[in-house]
Protein backbone atom coordinates (compact mmCIF):
# COMPACT_ATOMS: atom_id res chain seq x y z
CA UNK A 1 0.00 0.00 0.00
CA UNK A 2 2.69 2.11 0.91
CA UNK A 3 4.41 1.40 -2.50
CA UNK A 4 1.54 2.11 -4.25
CA UNK A 5 0.86 5.59 -2.60
CA UNK A 6 4.69 6.31 -3.49
CA UNK A 7 4.55 5.22 -7.28
CA UNK A 8 0.80 7.53 -7.49
CA UNK A 9 2.55 10.38 -5.79
CA UNK A 10 5.77 10.15 -8.19
CA UNK A 11 3.37 9.55 -11.33
CA UNK A 12 1.75 13.17 -10.13
CA UNK A 13 4.96 14.65 -9.87
CA UNK A 14 6.53 13.31 -13.21
CA UNK A 15 3.30 14.65 -14.75
CA UNK A 16 2.95 17.97 -13.30
CA UNK A 17 6.98 18.80 -14.36
CA UNK A 18 5.91 17.48 -17.86
CA UNK A 19 3.23 19.75 -18.16
CA UNK A 20 5.30 22.86 -17.29
CA UNK A 21 7.95 21.63 -18.97
CA UNK A 22 5.88 22.15 -22.25
CA UNK A 23 4.50 24.91 -20.86
CA UNK A 24 7.86 26.80 -20.92
CA UNK A 25 8.75 25.12 -24.06
CA UNK A 26 6.21 26.94 -25.49
CA UNK A 27 6.31 30.50 -24.40
CA UNK A 28 10.45 30.18 -24.99
CA UNK A 29 9.47 29.33 -28.59
CA UNK A 30 6.44 32.30 -28.88
CA UNK A 31 9.31 34.64 -27.63
CA UNK A 32 11.92 33.36 -29.97
CA UNK A 33 9.49 34.26 -32.88
CA UNK A 34 9.79 30.58 -33.98
CA UNK A 35 6.03 29.97 -33.40
CA UNK A 36 3.68 32.37 -34.75
CA UNK A 37 -0.10 32.59 -35.41
CA UNK A 38 0.88 35.45 -38.38
CA UNK A 39 0.20 34.85 -42.00
CA UNK A 40 3.05 32.24 -43.43
CA UNK A 41 3.88 34.40 -46.13
CA UNK A 42 5.31 36.64 -43.98
CA UNK A 43 8.86 36.39 -42.34
CA UNK A 44 8.64 35.79 -38.78
CA UNK A 45 11.80 37.40 -37.13
CA UNK A 46 14.30 34.65 -37.30
CA UNK A 47 17.03 37.12 -37.36
CA UNK A 48 15.74 38.70 -33.60
CA UNK A 49 18.75 37.11 -31.67
CA UNK A 50 21.19 38.28 -34.70
CA UNK A 51 23.35 41.61 -34.48
CA UNK A 52 23.24 42.18 -38.29
CA UNK A 53 20.50 44.19 -40.18
CA UNK A 54 17.60 46.30 -37.66
CA UNK A 55 15.19 45.96 -35.43
CA UNK A 56 11.27 46.90 -36.57
CA UNK A 57 8.49 47.76 -34.14
CA UNK A 58 5.07 47.17 -35.21
CA UNK A 59 2.32 50.12 -34.17
CA UNK A 60 -1.52 49.90 -34.22
CA UNK A 61 -2.74 53.13 -35.63
CA UNK A 62 -0.84 55.24 -38.51
CA UNK A 63 1.27 57.11 -35.87
CA UNK A 64 3.20 55.18 -33.63
CA UNK A 65 -0.20 54.87 -31.49
CA UNK A 66 0.31 51.19 -29.45
CA UNK A 67 3.73 48.78 -29.71
CA UNK A 68 2.62 45.59 -30.79
CA UNK A 69 6.18 43.65 -30.99
CA UNK A 70 9.60 43.86 -32.30
CA UNK A 71 11.54 41.25 -34.92
CA UNK A 72 14.64 41.79 -36.79
CA UNK A 73 15.47 42.20 -40.58
CA UNK A 74 18.19 41.61 -42.66
CA UNK A 75 17.45 44.15 -45.13
CA UNK A 76 14.67 47.27 -46.06
CA UNK A 77 12.39 45.68 -48.24
CA UNK A 78 9.28 44.11 -47.31
CA UNK A 79 6.26 43.29 -49.60
CA UNK A 80 3.42 42.67 -47.10
CA UNK A 81 0.48 42.78 -49.60
CA UNK A 82 -2.87 42.77 -48.24
CA UNK A 83 -1.40 40.82 -44.97
CA UNK A 84 -1.34 42.11 -41.40
CA UNK A 85 2.40 42.49 -40.39
CA UNK A 86 2.35 40.63 -37.45
CA UNK A 87 -0.26 38.91 -34.92
CA UNK A 88 -2.44 41.94 -33.34
CA UNK A 89 -1.46 44.10 -35.65
CA UNK A 90 -4.08 45.28 -38.73
CA UNK A 91 -3.42 45.70 -42.16
CA UNK A 92 -5.23 48.92 -42.32
CA UNK A 93 -3.82 51.92 -40.17
CA UNK A 94 -0.23 50.38 -39.18
CA UNK A 95 3.25 52.10 -38.66
CA UNK A 96 6.45 50.65 -38.23
CA UNK A 97 10.09 51.89 -37.11
CA UNK A 98 12.56 50.28 -38.43
CA UNK A 99 16.19 51.32 -36.38
CA UNK A 100 19.60 50.38 -36.38
CA UNK A 101 23.18 51.81 -37.16
CA UNK A 102 24.19 52.76 -40.84
CA UNK A 103 27.92 51.58 -41.57
CA UNK A 104 29.68 54.19 -44.48
CA UNK A 105 32.44 52.26 -46.24
CA UNK A 106 34.08 55.75 -46.31
CA UNK A 107 33.58 59.46 -46.20
CA UNK A 108 30.97 60.16 -49.38
CA UNK A 109 28.00 61.46 -50.03
CA UNK A 110 25.55 58.71 -50.64
CA UNK A 111 21.86 58.18 -51.81
CA UNK A 112 19.10 56.78 -50.89
CA UNK A 113 16.03 56.05 -52.97
CA UNK A 114 12.40 54.86 -51.48
CA UNK A 115 9.62 53.32 -52.53
CA UNK A 116 6.55 52.56 -50.25
CA UNK A 117 2.93 52.03 -49.97
CA UNK A 118 1.82 54.12 -47.82
CA UNK A 119 3.84 56.69 -46.28
CA UNK A 120 7.93 56.48 -45.23
CA UNK A 121 10.40 59.02 -43.69
CA UNK A 122 14.60 57.91 -43.20
CA UNK A 123 16.38 59.89 -41.02
CA UNK A 124 20.40 59.18 -40.42
CA UNK A 125 21.86 60.73 -37.02
CA UNK A 126 18.56 62.47 -36.47
CA UNK A 127 18.49 64.28 -39.65
CA UNK A 128 15.41 63.84 -42.08
CA UNK A 129 16.90 62.68 -45.33
CA UNK A 130 13.37 61.11 -46.85
CA UNK A 131 10.18 62.31 -46.23
CA UNK A 132 7.29 60.87 -47.71
CA UNK A 133 5.09 60.78 -45.23
CA UNK A 134 1.54 60.46 -47.26
CA UNK A 135 -0.92 57.76 -48.89
CA UNK A 136 1.21 56.26 -51.90
CA UNK A 137 0.93 53.89 -54.59
CA UNK A 138 3.85 52.16 -54.99
CA UNK A 139 4.43 52.83 -58.88
CA UNK A 140 4.40 56.49 -58.21
CA UNK A 141 6.09 56.60 -54.38
CA UNK A 142 9.57 57.01 -55.40
CA UNK A 143 11.48 59.63 -53.25
CA UNK A 144 15.29 59.93 -52.76
CA UNK A 145 17.68 61.94 -50.50
CA UNK A 146 21.00 62.44 -49.85
CA UNK A 147 23.43 62.72 -47.12
CA UNK A 148 26.85 63.48 -46.49
CA UNK A 149 28.63 60.50 -44.27
CA UNK A 150 31.65 59.73 -42.61
CA UNK A 151 33.09 56.51 -42.97
CA UNK A 152 32.02 54.55 -39.92
CA UNK A 153 28.16 53.91 -37.98
CA UNK A 154 25.54 56.52 -38.00
CA UNK A 155 22.36 56.11 -36.77
CA UNK A 156 19.52 54.92 -38.72
CA UNK A 157 15.39 54.73 -38.72
CA UNK A 158 13.18 54.47 -40.75
CA UNK A 159 9.47 54.98 -40.70
CA UNK A 160 6.73 53.49 -42.03
CA UNK A 161 2.72 53.84 -42.12
CA UNK A 162 -0.03 51.89 -44.21
CA UNK A 163 -3.94 53.75 -44.73
CA UNK A 164 -5.23 50.99 -46.14
CA UNK A 165 -4.95 48.03 -49.05
CA UNK A 166 -1.48 46.85 -49.64
CA UNK A 167 1.91 47.50 -47.97
CA UNK A 168 4.91 47.56 -48.77
CA UNK A 169 8.30 49.40 -48.75
CA UNK A 170 11.83 49.34 -50.01
CA UNK A 171 15.32 51.35 -49.69
CA UNK A 172 17.95 51.10 -51.63
CA UNK A 173 21.52 53.43 -51.70
CA UNK A 174 24.84 53.98 -53.53
CA UNK A 175 27.61 56.37 -53.11
CA UNK A 176 31.33 55.66 -51.26
CA UNK A 177 31.79 52.46 -53.56
CA UNK A 178 28.31 51.16 -52.56
CA UNK A 179 27.01 50.01 -56.75
CA UNK A 180 23.86 51.58 -57.91
CA UNK A 181 20.31 49.71 -57.12
CA UNK A 182 21.74 48.20 -54.05
CA UNK A 183 19.42 47.55 -51.67
CA UNK A 184 20.13 49.01 -48.12
CA UNK A 185 20.96 45.71 -46.12
CA UNK A 186 23.49 43.55 -44.30
CA UNK A 187 26.39 43.82 -43.90
CA UNK A 188 25.96 47.31 -43.56
CA UNK A 189 23.37 47.33 -41.08
CA UNK A 190 23.36 46.67 -37.40
CA UNK A 191 21.02 46.58 -34.91
CA UNK A 192 23.53 47.74 -32.13
CA UNK A 193 26.36 50.11 -32.68
CA UNK A 194 29.55 48.61 -33.35
CA1 LIG B 1 -1.65 51.12 -48.79
Same mark, same amino acid.
Given at each position: ?????? *???????? =???????? !??? !??? #??????????????? *?????????????? =??? +??????????????????? =???????????????? !??????????????? $???????????? %????????????????????? %?????? *?? +??????????????? !????????????????? #?? $?????????
Amino acid at each position: MVFMNW *TSHSMNRF =YSYAARGI !ASL !AVL #LLTMGLVTFGPPAIR *TGFDRWSPDGLTVS =YYR +GKDFRKLVCRRGERHVFMD =YGEQRPAMGVSRNNFS !ARWEGWLLAPSNAVY $TFFSQSEDGIRL %HIDNETIIDNWRENDWRTSAA %HGQAAL *TA +GPHRLTIEHFNATGP !AALRVRWTGGGIPENSL #LS $TPWLRKRKP
